[in-house]
């Protein structure tokens, strides 16, 4: 499957970006999905997470209640809608697909070995 990502640009903070996530050449709905950013000098970190489904969406803390993940498997395309942006959550953002069981555990969910294919970032910037 390929992945591209798009959506990002400059908000002040308390603003809202929606990224959306394009998927081709496969079954879209047989990959677990997820968001991961890097900030620069930082580690590429988890943001969130959905099963094939749709059924289940996970978070990482610090976005919980702020970020929603959710996905349209009809036209092969993730979102991630972003309310009440922070100027921490600045980075690029990647969208990502997973071949394994996301659900299965937090840690497959959150390590990046876990995903197979990767879009190629969007970034994001939030002024304070």
């Known amino acids: 499957v390929q992945l591209q990502a798009s959506g990002g640009g400059l908000v002040q903070a308390g603003g809202s970006l929606r990224l959306s996530c394009a998927a081709s050449?496969?079954?879209?709905?047989?990959?677990?999905m997820a968001w991961f950013r890097q900030a620069p000098g930082k580690e590429r970190e988890y943001v969130a997470a959905i099963q094939g489904s749709g059924a289940n969406t996970y978070y990482q803390s610090t976005v919980k209640g702020r970020f929603t993940i959710s996905r349209d498997n009809a036209k092969n395309m993730m979102y991630l809608q972003m309310d009440n942006l922070k100027p921490e959550d600045t980075a690029v953002y990647y969208c990502a697909a997973s071949e394994r069981q996301i659900a299965l555990s937090l840690r497959i969910r959150t390590t990046p070995n876990s995903y197979n294919a990767w879009g190629q970032g969007t970034q994001v910037t939030v002024s304070s």
């Open positions: 050449g496969g079954t879209f709905s047989r990959y677990g």
